[in-house]
């Protein structure tokens, strides 16, 4: 999160997380993508399927994305970008988002941009701080697991975004926490010495 005023009351009516989730909802609108990676670049040209124009907002005067996505940014007719430049505050009506205000980190100048909705691709921080030194992590501190969601632990089961790092759905999250609660019924099954319906893979 930006963590600037507007943001968590605007959560839902205009603040997005997630282009795939929301995406839909902003057909011919004007939209704000903040960040400079990759990720930021790939839900705002995702973005340009539904809105009219899509306003990529970046602290610095160049991307820190891959080539071959600032490539593709480029090329987009439908995005624009808008350098040297962060999100100070949220504007509302009783309603939804109305616009954002701007500053220019280098002139300290500030303006009322008009839009419709505001989606934040800074980067994400796992909430996994508590395992540091207990649970193997990789370098952005996100739980390892194998294919049965199992930590580096006996008996210790990581799902969802603490782990998963490229899709963050929902539904995926969903999907893996199932799984690793059939895993963690049987690993406790064979600690008390009874049948568990089905084989997983050991």
Same mark, same amino acid.
């Given at each position: 999160?930006?963590d600037?005023?507007?943001?968590?009351?605007?959560?839902?009516?205009?603040?997005s997380?997630c282009?795939?989730c929301?995406g839909?909802?902003?057909?011919?609108?004007?939209?704000?993508?903040?960040?400079?990676?990759?990720?930021? +670049?790939?839900?705002g040209?995702? +973005?340009?399927?539904?809105a009219? %124009?899509?306003?990529i907002?970046?602290?610095?005067?160049? +991307?820190?994305?891959?080539?071959?996505?600032q490539?593709r940014?480029?090329?987009?007719?439908k995005?624009?970008?808008i350098w040297?430049t962060?999100?100070e505050?949220?504007?509302?009506?009783? %309603?939804?988002v109305?616009?954002?205000?701007?500053?220019?980190?280098?002139t300290?100048?500030?303006?009322?941009?008009?839009?419709?909705?505001?989606f934040?691709?800074?980067?994400?921080?796992?909430n996994?701080e508590?395992?540091t030194?207990?649970?193997?992590?990789?370098?952005?501190g996100?739980?390892?697991?194998?294919?049965?969601?199992r930590?580096?632990?006996?008996?210790?089961?990581?799902a969802?975004d603490v782990?998963?790092?490229?899709?963050r759905?929902?539904?995926?999250?969903?999907?893996?926490?199932a799984?690793?609660a059939i895993?963690? %019924?049987?690993f406790?099954?064979? +600690?008390?010495?009874?049948?568990?319906p089905?084989?997983?893979?050991?």
């Amino acid at each position: 999160m930006l963590d600037i005023p507007g943001e968590e009351e605007y959560g839902g009516r205009g603040v997005s997380y997630c282009a795939t989730c929301d995406g839909f909802f902003f057909q011919d609108q004007r939209l704000v993508v903040v960040g400079g990676g990759d990720a930021a +670049l790939e839900e705002g040209i995702f +973005l340009t399927k539904y809105a009219s %124009e899509v306003y990529i907002v970046h602290r610095r005067d160049q +991307l820190r994305a891959s080539q071959i996505m600032q490539e593709r940014a480029f090329k987009n007719d439908k995005i624009k970008f808008i350098w040297d430049t962060v999100v100070e505050e949220i504007n509302g009506d009783t %309603e939804k988002v109305t616009g954002a205000t701007l500053k220019n980190v280098k002139t300290g100048e500030t303006q009322l941009f008009p839009i419709d909705g505001v989606f934040i691709f800074i980067g994400h921080i796992p909430n996994t701080e508590l395992f540091t030194d207990v649970i193997n992590m990789d370098e952005q501190g996100y739980i390892i697991v194998d294919e049965m969601q199992r930590t580096n632990i006996n008996g210790v089961y990581a799902a969802g975004d603490v782990h998963d790092h490229v899709f963050r759905q929902a539904i995926t999250a969903a999907g893996t926490g199932a799984a690793a609660a059939i895993a963690s %019924e049987k690993f406790i099954a064979e +600690l008390e010495n009874r049948a568990y319906p089905g084989e997983l893979i050991r």
